[in-house]
């Protein structure tokens, strides 16, 4: 599986680009990489452009560790939606899924977090949803960051 390349669309004010990677460690950079040119758009500070960069890689990382086990092959796909006034991030893929401790599906606050990926993107973001993909298979996490004028 080779990653497709980005899809920019528009929506009014908002400009949007979407990327598929397979699920493998090493395509991450590609989505780093969509980032810094999305952000050609909307020039960000460098402090906040490494943070969306480092919430991004821990998204996608998640994605890659833990939604495809047992050597399956996956995709993860991600969404960039950038506003005048924000970046809308969505990692997506069609892999096992979350649980919380009691085994219900994962919303946030409820995760019951293994490693410090969460934590951090939580941290870093202003708003976060997590839960199941849209078939109600695999996952979703969806960050927002406001960017300042």
């Not at 950079?29 to 040119?37: D, N, W």
């Amino acid at each position: 599986m080779s990653p497709s390349p980005p899809s920019p669309t528009s929506n009014g004010d908002a400009r949007m680009v979407r990327l598929t990677i397979p699920a493998k460690a090493e395509y991450i950079t590609l989505v780093r990489l969509a980032l810094s040119g999305l952000s050609q758009l909307r020039p960000l500070s460098d402090e906040l452009l490494g943070d969306l960069k480092l919430a991004v890689t821990e998204a996608c990382s998640n994605s890659v560790r833990h939604a495809y086990r047992d050597g399956r092959e996956g995709a993860v796909e991600v969404v960039y939606e950038l506003h005048p006034d924000r970046l809308i991030v969505e990692v997506r893929d069609e892999g096992e899924g979350f649980t919380t401790a009691d085994d219900t599906p994962g919303v946030a606050g409820s995760l019951s977090e293994g490693g410090l990926g969460i934590a951090i993107i939580r941290e870093l973001a202003d708003e976060l949803e997590l839960g199941p993909g849209a078939s109600g298979k695999g996952s979703r996490l969806r960050f927002v960051k406001f960017i300042p004028d």
